[in-house]
């Protein structure tokens, strides 16, 4: 995406939250650029195809708190998910304004519903896998029958205190909240397990489903950040070449294991740097050992096929 987009979609959704969609004019957006009128329609038809960018951006914005940075990695579990949650409400707290405006006002375009559908779609989407990812890492195989009712029910957690903290009626201290959900997913996923009761959802999420289910296929981002997880998990395998290839592997695999983290965070970025994932991309192969060349390759064929 260029430059010049990304600025005319940062200037709309100031422009939006302030205003509201309805009040704002294309005018008063490109007078916040310092453009002329004419030229934003060299990026977007009408206001409505310009709201579905930033309604899109916006969301990538909220993903993106929600991934893991570099120094977190090493982390456990559990406590990742703690601060990406902590992450994820600052960001609504900080930019209450045009989530409030999408309740307030909606979405005016009859035609344009299938592509608001299908951003939030998506955006469900991408957050029960994020959830269920969390779940499993943190609990293990035990909670694998629960991992979909225990992220219907966290979802559900999750939306009802954003809610809260964009009405501002009560304050609440975003990292408060963080362990506190955290410590209420504990809470879920213990019961169900102690209790072995049978699944109420087994496949409402699953991408497995292959078209039947509630969400047709994996979206193109899905797509990549499952192969860049199971290409992590590859990686990360204890390797099992002769002693004394560990120490010369060993620091192979620290290098490979930073350039994919850096490809990850580019990627969950609204407008990633394709530079900088070519050049990540490059490197992993330069340095990969045979036994990741496989799940290396299907990362960089799902990469170059959206």
């Not at 940075?69 to 994820?88: N, S």
């Not at 999408?102 to 344009?112: D, H, T, V």
Request: charged share 30%.
């Amino acid at each position: 995406m260029s430059d010049r987009k990304q600025q005319i979609i940062e200037a709309a959704l100031k422009c939006f939250s302030r205003k509201g969609f309805r009040a704002t004019s294309i005018q008063e957006i490109v007078d916040e650029l310092g453009m002329a009128k004419g030229s934003i329609y060299f990026y977007f038809k009408s206001k409505e195809d310009l709201l579905l960018a930033v309604i899109a951006s916006f969301g990538e914005r909220l993903m993106a708190g929600m991934t893991p940075l570099p120094d977190e990695r090493e982390l456990p579990p559990r406590e990742q998910l703690r601060l990406q949650l902590g992450r994820h409400f600052e960001t609504m707290i900080g930019q209450r304004d045009f989530p409030l405006m999408l309740m307030r006002e909606p979405f005016p375009a009859e035609g344009s519903k299938p592509q608001v559908q299908r951003i939030f779609r998506d955006a469900l989407r991408r957050h029960i896998r994020w959830i269920r990812d969390h779940i499993e890492n943190i609990y293990g195989s035990e909670a694998a029958p629960y991992a979909v009712d225990g992220a219907a029910l966290f979802r559900g957690m999750m939306m009802e205190y954003s809610r809260v903290l964009l009405l501002g009626r009560e304050k609440i201290d975003p990292e408060r909240l963080a362990s506190f959900l955290t410590e209420r997913l504990d809470d879920i996923i213990a019961g169900m397990i102690r209790m072995k009761g049978r699944p109420v959802l087994t496949r409402l999420y699953a991408e497995e489903e292959g078209g039947r289910g509630e969400f047709p296929e994996p979206s193109y981002e899905d797509r990549v950040r499952a192969a860049a997880a199971e290409l992590r998990k590859t990686v990360e395998r204890r390797l099992v070449e002769a002693d004394e290839q560990d120490r010369t592997n060993e620091k192979r695999r620290g290098e490979f294991l930073a350039a994919l983290t850096l490809f990850e965070n580019e990627f969950s970025k609204p407008y990633p740097d394709l530079i900088v994932m070519r050049g990540m991309m490059a490197y992993m192969r330069e340095v990969a050992l045979p036994s990741w060349e496989q799940p290396l390759a299907q990362l960089n064929r799902n990469w170059q096929a959206p």
